[in-house]
C-alpha cells in the first residue's frame, strides 16, 4: 500500500501518512486517537460551559460518561445497519472500530437519547443540557472528520477543483471508486491515482465556522434549547450539500436514497420550523410582560416537553 496524500492544485504533497502510530509493540489508529481526543476535549468545553451558567460541571462528568457510551453505539449501529452487506457475512467484524465505520448522525441520535435519559434521572433541564453540550458536540465533529483523512474514507466524487485530493487508488476501499475516478485516474510512476473531493475536510471547516457563530451567540440567546436548535439546523443545512458529494453514501434499503443526506434535510425544516415557532413565543411574551421578559419564558422548549409527558 502506498501512503502519500497529496492536494496537487495547492501544491501540497504529504508523503508518508499512516493509518497507525505503534506504542509499546500495539498498533492504534490514528482515527481512534482522534476520537478519544474529540471526546476528551468535549468534556471540557461541556465542563467549562457548565460552570459558567452556573451548573454544577460534575453532573456533566457523569452524564458525558453515559453519553459517550451511547454516542459511539449509536453511531455505529446507524453505520452498520445501513451497511449491512459489509457485515452480514462477518458479524464480528462489527465490533472492529479501529478500521473506522462510525457515523456522526447515530452518534448525534445516542447522544440525544442519553441526555433525555440523563435529565430525568437527575431531574435537570433538558434543553439547559442540549444547549450546553452543543459547543462539545460539533467541536467532536469538527475533530471527528480528520480520523477520515487518515483512513482515507468519506470523500466525494472526482473533482479537479482548488482542494482536490490525490489518492493512491490501492489506499482506498474500491467499494468507494466510482467509474468518473477510474476515467479520470492517473498513473504517476508506476501508481494509480485518484483525484477527489476532500468531503471530510469540507464538514470540517463547515463545523469550524458552525462553531465560532455559536460561541458569538450563546451569550446572546433567547430561551434554552436555542442553541442547540441552531447547532443542529446548521449542521444539517452543511451535511445536504456536503453527503451528496460522497460516494460512500449509507443508502436506504431498496432506495438510492441517501440517509444521512435525507435526514439532514429533514434536519433543516424540523428544525427551522421549531427555531421560527420558539422565538415568535419568546416574542409575544416579551410583548405582553416587557417587564419580565428575561424571567418570564427562560425556559419555552422544556415547557413543550412537559405538555408532551402530560398526554
Same mark, same amino acid.
Given at each position: ?85 459489509? /457485515? ?5 467484524? @462489527?465490533?472492529? #472500530? %479501529?478500521?473506522?465505520? $462510525?457515523? +456522526?448522525? &447515530?452518534?448525534? *441520535? ?124 446548521? /449542521? ?5 450539500? @456536503?453527503?451528496? #458529494? %460522497?460516494?460512500?453514501? $449509507?443508502? +436506504?434499503? &431498496?432506495?438510492? *436514497? ?54
Amino acid at each position: 500500500m502506498h501512503y502519500d496524500i497529496s492536494f496537487p492544485n495547492i501544491g501540497l504533497t504529504l508523503s508518508h501518512v499512516g493509518k497507525s502510530i505503534s506504542i509499546f509493540g500495539f498498533e492504534v489508529a490514528y482515527y481512534g486517537i482522534i476520537i478519544g481526543s474529540a471526546i476528551l476535549i468535549g468534556f471540557l468545553i461541556a465542563m467549562s460551559e457548565a460552570k459558567r451558567t452556573k451548573q454544577n460541571p460534575e453532573d456533566y462528568l457523569d452524564m458525558g460518561m453515559i453519553g459517550v457510551v451511547m454516542g459511539i453505539v449509536g453511531a455505529r449501529l446507524y453505520y452498520v445497519i445501513f451497511s449491512w452487506d459489509m /457485515y452480514k457475512d462477518n458479524l464480528l467484524e @462489527i465490533f472492529n #472500530l %479501529r478500521g473506522g465505520g $462510525l457515523a +456522526i448522525y &447515530g452518534g448525534v *441520535i445516542g447522544a440525544v437519547a442519553a441526555v433525555f435519559l440523563c435529565a430525568h434521572i437527575k431531574k435537570l433541564s433538558a434543553p439547559q443540557i442540549f444547549d450546553t453540550v452543543a459547543l462539545a458536540l460539533v467541536n467532536g465533529q469538527m475533530l471527528g472528520r480528520w480520523g477520515n483523512f487518515f483512513n482515507r474514507e468519506a470523500f466525494g466524487e472526482y473533482t479537479d477543483s482548488l482542494l482536490a485530493m490525490r489518492l493512491p487508488l490501492d489506499a482506498v476501499r474500491s467499494g468507494d471508486v466510482t467509474e468518473l475516478m477510474r476515467e479520470h485516474m492517473q498513473v504517476i510512476d508506476g501508481v494509480s491515482y485518484i483525484q477527489v473531493h476532500p468531503t471530510f475536510f469540507y464538514e470540517s471547516l463547515w463545523c469550524c465556522v458552525l462553531l465560532i457563530l455559536l460561541i458569538l451567540y450563546r451569550k446572546h440567546k433567547k430561551y434554552d434549547g436555542e442553541l442547540f436548535l441552531l447547532y443542529m439546523f446548521g /449542521y444539517g443545512l452543511g451535511r445536504v450539500w @456536503i453527503e451528496g #458529494l %460522497r460516494t460512500d453514501q $449509507l443508502i +436506504i434499503p &431498496g432506495t438510492g *436514497i441517501a440517509v444521512s443526506q435525507l435526514l439532514a434535510g429533514v434536519l433543516v425544516i424540523g428544525m427551522g420550523i421549531l427555531l421560527v415557532y420558539f422565538r415568535k413565543k419568546y416574542q409575544k411574551q416579551k410583548n405582553e410582560c416587557p417587564a419580565k421578559d428575561v424571567d418570564l419564558d427562560a425556559d419555552p422548549v422544556e415547557k413543550v416537553i412537559d405538555s408532551v409527558e402530560k398526554r
